[in-house]
């Protein structure tokens, strides 16, 4: 690595100028080294002008020649384990294992979204041909697929150096579309973010891509984010953070004289329901893997949960105090930044000086270490005070006391938006279940039985998003390969003659796809 602190804009480098950052270690409270220097509003400019000139060919390529660049950057990014290995458990406080974990997923995104172009049909194509002797008007030839939206701004997540950041799902996603991505590194990890952006542009000169494909841009606050949201160049913006965060790129977007979309995943409380039955047939068991849930990465997983919901009865004691030995019992764990740590505390502490929340655990937080805390709080205070189902982003949680079903089931139909929701279950419990779930699938991404949401599977199937203000547009995932969709647009060509047309749409179907033609899915 060259450790040299300054953007990498195309295939050249940003130059010093700008404000100053470091690194910190938050395990041993630290600041690292080098010095890193913000984009200059020219650096700015150069990256997003060089993705506009890269945008044409780029979306030109065949979906198969994008896959070949895809399978490359998953190549170059697993060759550069060992520079990762280096910096990155310096940068974050995780431990290698989870480092090595994230890349393997990093890579295997490329890897999946490669396959999907491969394979070709994720461009929806349609056609309907012309019937000129229908009555009482002629029908047109009308044929359309979806085609890449243009240059993509990504915001690097704090949580996530390598599956959610610079290397992550939403650069994959909009890559594979074929839209060039200027990248944002967050500057909680800068060295990192350095040498995935390195590995990508290794595989833009390898395949011969246009030099504005891939640029990284470093920024020492807000200022060279809003920048890249505010250019015209920039088509679409991809997101992972704070609703806070988030809502703040969605208002910058929405000001511009061509307003653009903002698909920004903004975390989630993740509530877990638990059906009387099992909660009388297995309490500690499932305080236990709750309690790990929790407590996993300290907490500072979007999908960890924050609202356990249960009726009182049989194994209520028993779960909420198995929860209070587990969670009370772990130490205090190295938060990824100061200021996580710091609103974790306070997060903490409004729930803790209310008089409607028991404090059931509270470990002494310090510094940019963050300690397990539980709260209780009867059902009706959740569903009268919003406060109370609010994200602490940290091992937090709130079991909520109901004081029967129909108080569960409130609960559960004034939430907001998640990400997810678990429903614990035995089979005594299925038709409080079937009730449960239309309530759940409205109102978020993913449906849990008997499982923890912590740990996302990286695949075709997977949903990462849901209703606002889990992510801003419920429509669509960031994570598997249907996030490809966040970064597509749909064209429609009218008797446009056979040798003019993309591949994918031409009479022959010269890439052996699956089309719907004349509403028909065939592959002929």
């Known amino acids: 690595m060259s450790g040299l602190g300054l953007s990498l804009i195309g295939a050249g480098r940003g130059e010093p100028g700008g404000p100053t950052f470091t690194g910190w270690n938050p395990a041993e409270g630290v600041a690292l080294e080098p010095r890193y220097h913000a984009a200059r509003p020219e650096e700015v400019e150069r990256a997003c002008s060089l993705a506009a000139a890269a945008a044409p060919s780029f979306a030109a390529l065949s979906s198969r020649q994008r896959a070949v660049f895809l399978e490359h950057i998953a190549e170059a990014l697993l060759a550069a384990e060992a520079d990762f290995l280096a910096v990155t458990p310096k940068e974050t406080g995780l431990p290698v294992a989870r480092i090595q974990g994230e890349l393997g997923r990093a890579a295997g995104q490329f890897r999946q979204f490669a396959k999907l172009l491969e394979e070709g049909s994720w461009v929806d194509a349609r056609i309907d041909r012309a019937m000129p002797d229908r009555k009482p008007l002629p029908r047109a030839d009308l044929r359309s697929m979806l085609r890449a939206v243009g240059p993509v701004a990504v915001f690097g997540a704090s949580n996530f150096p390598l599956a959610f ?50 640029s990284l841009l470093f920024d020492a606050g807000t200022e060279v984010g809003a920048s890249l949201v505010r250019h015209p160049a920039i088509r679409a913006v991809g997101f992972t953070g704070s609703r806070g965060g988030g809502q703040a790129l969605m208002a910058l977007a929405a000001a511009r004289p061509v307003p653009i979309p903002v698909f920004a995943e903004m975390g989630s409380i993740n509530p877990i329901f638990i059906l009387p039955s099992a909660l009388a047939s297995r309490p500690q068991a499932m305080a236990d893997a709750l309690a790990a849930s929790i407590l996993q990465g300290a907490g500072q997983f979007c999908t960890s949960p924050g609202l356990l919901v249960a009726v009182e009865g049989p194994g209520y004691e028993a779960f909420r105090e198995r929860l209070v030995e587990k969670l009370g019992a772990a130490p205090a764990a190295p938060m ?19 008089s409607d929340t028991r404090t059931c655990v509270k470990g002494e937080s310090q510094a940019a270490r963050g300690a397990a805390a539980l709260f209780e709080a009867e059902a009706t205070h959740v569903l009268a005070e919003h406060a109370l189902t609010e994200e602490v982003f940290g091992s937090c949680a709130v079991v909520t006391r109901a004081r029967d079903v129909a108080e569960l089931l409130r609960v559960a139909s004034q939430l907001e938006g998640q990400l997810t929701a678990t429903v614990m279950m035995d089979a ?12 759940l699938t409205d109102r978020v991404g993913r449906v849990l ?64 796809l699956w089309r719907t033609v004349d509403g028909v899915l065939k592959r002929e």
């Open 165 to 214: 950041s610079v290397a992550g799902g939403d650069t994959a996603s909009a890559l594979a579309a074929g839209c060039p991505v200027v990248a944002k590194a967050h500057p909680a990890h800068p060295a990192t973010s350095e040498r995935a952006a390195l590995a990508i542009r290794a595989a833009v000169a390898a395949c011969g891509l246009h030099e504005g494909v891939f």
């Open 336 to 354: 990824l930044t100061r200021t996580i740590a710091e609103r974790f505390r306070e997060g903490v502490g409004r729930l803790a000086a209310r």
């Open 449 to 512: 039985m008997n499982g923890v949401p912590t740990g996302v599977e990286v695949c075709p199937a997977m949903v990462h998003g849901g209703p606002f203000p889990a992510s801003s547009d419920g429509r669509f995932t960031a994570v598997g390969t249907g996030a490809i969709r966040r970064f597509v647009r749909p064209v429609c060509f009218q008797d446009v003659p056979d040798s003019l047309l993309p591949p994918e749409l031409r009479a022959e179907n010269p890439l052996s």
């Open 428 to 439: 005594a419990d299925e038709s409080l279940a079937a009730d449960l779930l239309p309530t």
